[in-house]
């Protein structure tokens, strides 16, 4: 009976943030015949819908369900199942019962056996809060699976999101980000994967999130220059569990 195939799984705050930090790895490991699996704490309910005219806050209900969707038709453009869902509140994350959004990790280790999990991480690329919060406790949930994974964090080049830090922090979503200025990113030095994106999949997969997109183009949610540095190439840091080996080139190279 042939061996069942490795599994892969990115945990992520909100549907979208698969596209921009690992929709590359994601890709590569659905092309290299991985089961590829993406959970989202939350459905992003809350915030703009750039497809109402004119841009506005849609009902928490309605926005869920269409990124929702969205989000299903990104994992079909990297080759992965159709998403799971937490359903824990978008921009509320940090407010949770303590040990509650490690227990659903935990949880979702426990259903999918993932030899690989990817997460965003420690910086919560902007210093989201969101984002800071899940990154904290799938380290922690990661640490107490029976089958350790290998935990892998997206990074980025310091200062590549500094841009998205300030206008969040200076704007209405300031209470989703840090008060004072976070260390963002990581130096070139310090990564131990990097690899080459098929941009126009990429693309595609940051394009399926229509409703998070002003002018409907991939470049058009955070400032300049950041998707362009995206859609070039991923850094991964290893975070715990078994280490990749020397020129590695694939998020499970390694694992028997």
Known sequence: MPARPA???AVIPHPDDESY????????????????HVLSATRGERG??????????AGPSDLGARRSRELAASCAVLGASPPTFLDLPDGG??????GRLEAALIDALREFSPRVVLGIGPDGAYGHADHLALAGALIQAASWAMAAPRLLWAAFPRGLFD???RRMAGGGDAALVAAAAPRLGVDSDTVDLTLPVDAA????S???HRSQLPDGHAESLFPPGIVAALLREEWYRLASGPPLPAGAAGV???LA
């Open 252 to 254: 499970l190279d390694g």
């Open 7 to 9: 599994s892969v799984l």
């Open 93 to 98: 994350l940090t407010a949770l019962p303590a």
């Open 48 to 57: 703009d819908d750039f497809t109402i005219a004119p841009p506005g806050r």
């Open 201 to 204: 999949v990429k693309r595609a």
């Open 206 to 208: 940051i394009e399926a």
């Open 21 to 36: 930090a690992m929709a590359g790895a994601l890709h590569a490991a659905a092309r290299a015949g991985a089961r590829v």
């Open 163 to 165: 841009p998205q830090w």
